[in-house]
T-cell receptor, first 114, second 116 residues
């Protein structure tokens, strides 16, 4: 039972354009959401997070939007740069206090082309 | 620089052999985790430890064992009881095991285990 779903395994975007990565979840108990970025042969690194009390969180070129009624979140990267090419994992937690319950999606591979 | 070191990077094992993957952190983090990544699947939690000398099973603990004798170290043993051990293994840590910061994990570079 995949509680966190990233339905697009890959995405290709031109440099300078907006990249939109999507994530859906089924568990209504999730209240904290994170995005991690992974380069080949490296471990994932934390990118940005959002609590369920918010619907938007912004950090530089990266913005995460949360739609609780639709159980959907998205990561926007504007403008996209070649260095953004990586695999992006969406993750969700049932409580801000239980990292052991962090559930990951399957990842979306983003390729930013010149 | 602080971080997590996993070794070996690549490991080959014959069926029936136990192998131990090393994970060391110098971040002074309380909590440590082991995840497994398979193609087309998200990261799945094997074991986690919130404090020294304490650890709990994650979602897929069968066939694995861990220890947490030191704060810095959280080795994972893949035993012969693990039916499908070929995978990419990631070790992670977080500064706390409670609160929002518990969700912000620092990962190692991973160990790829192949069973021949």
């Amino acid at each position: 039972d995949q509680q966190v779903k990233q339905n697009s395994p890959s995405l290709s975007v031109q440099e300078g354009r907006i990249s939109i990565l999507n994530c859906d979840y089924t568990n209504s108990m999730f209240d904290y959401f994170l995005w991690y970025k992974k380069y080949p042969a490296e471990g994932p690194t934390f990118l940005i997070s959002i609590s369920s009390i918010k619907d938007k969180n912004e950090d530089g070129r990266f913005t995460v939007f949360l739609n609780k009624s639709a159980k959907h979140l998205s990561l926007h990267i504007v403008p996209s740069q070649p260095g953004d090419s990586a695999v992006y994992f969406c993750a969700a937690s049932g409580s801000t206090g239980t990292a052991s319950k962090l559930t990951f999606g399957t990842g979306t591979r983003l390729q930013v082309t010149l | 620089d602080g971080g997590i070191t996993q070794s070996p990077k690549y490991l080959f094992r014959k069926e029936g052999q136990n192998v131990t993957l090393s994970c060391e952190q110098n971040l002074n983090h309380d909590a440590m985790y082991w995840y497994r990544q398979d193609p087309g699947q998200g990261l799945r939690l094997i074991y986690y430890s919130q404090i020294v000398n304490d650890f709990q099973k994650g979602d897929i603990a069968e066939g694995y064992s861990v220890s947490r004798e030191k704060k810095e170290s959280f080795p994972l043993t893949v035993t012969s009881a693990q039916k499908n051990p070929t995978a990419f293994y990631l070790c992670a840590s977080s500064i706390d095991h409670r609160g929002a910061r518990a969700n912000v994990l620092t990962f190692g570079a991973g160990s790829r285990l192949t069973v021949l």
